[in-house]
């Protein structure tokens, strides 16, 4: 049986960082896009995610969609055949950490979901690159398709998140570890220690790009993800 390549999106993100990939699959590629808006832990996301899909899986994961794809592997190591991980960390919640998170919840609440994206979105796209208007309009599109509830959910799961350090080790199947070069919330610096303690994982640093390296850079990025998939 063949592996289902399995997506997992981020933090009020949909298949939409997705797409250029989709658009690049060789035909008849079984592929998944993941819903984690509804679940209020990582451990549910990816329990939800892996009851989802039947069979074997190559799991690739954003941001939020990372850390839910590395306690997938926790859950259940049997089943998946390659990871990989795109602009995320490991590590647990840092103290102060949920200040701006918690002011930002409330602003969507008090605001609504457009002020929230015209707050959130800018500081994780590379500055240069905030002037493709497209890009930006689809990932605010993507931000208001989402709602204040969701996004609280999928803060509270971060703030909660599991430190999956430990886990990096026990992945002894291919693995793709990516991010942007000017990525401020997944440095390079974080990620290759990723790499570092992963046993058999390819650290790729995408030039120009910020934390949606995936639709800043999509043809890099799309080409990593289809040499990683094999």
Request: contains cysteine; negative net charge.
């Amino acid at each position: 049986m063949a592996a289902t390549l399995v997506l997992v999106p981020g933090l009020l993100c949909d298949e939409t960082v997705w797409q250029p990939l989709v658009a690049a699959l060789p035909e008849g590629t079984q592929y998944h896009v993941a819903r984690i808006d509804t679940q209020e832990t990582i451990p549910q996301m990816a329990r939800d995610t892996l009851a989802a899909v039947e069979g074997p899986l190559m799991v690739a994961g954003h941001s939020l969609g990372g850390r839910v794809a590395l306690e997938m592997w926790r859950q259940a190591p049997e089943r998946i055949e390659r990871i990989a991980l795109l602009d995320t960390g490991v590590h647990p919640f840092v103290e102060g950490e949920q200040i701006k998170r918690l002011q930002r919840v409330q602003m969507a609440h008090d605001k609504g979901m457009q002020a929230l994206a015209d707050d959130w979105l800018p500081p994780f796209v590379h500055a240069p690159n905030r002037a493709d208007t497209a890009m930006m309009a689809a990932l605010t599109e993507m931000v208001l398709r989402k709602t204040p509830e969701i996004h609280e959910r999928q803060i509270m799961a971060l703030i909660n998140r599991p430190d999956a350090s430990a886990v990096l080790a026990t992945i002894d199947v291919p693995a793709l570890v990516l991010t942007g070069e000017h990525d401020t919330w997944s440095p390079p610096h974080q990620v290759r220690e990723i790499a570092d303690a992963m046993p058999d994982a390819e650290l790729v640093i995408v030039d120009d790009a910020g934390h949606f390296c995936p639709l800043e850079k999509p043809d890099v990025v799309t080409a990593a993800l289809l040499k990683w998939m094999g």
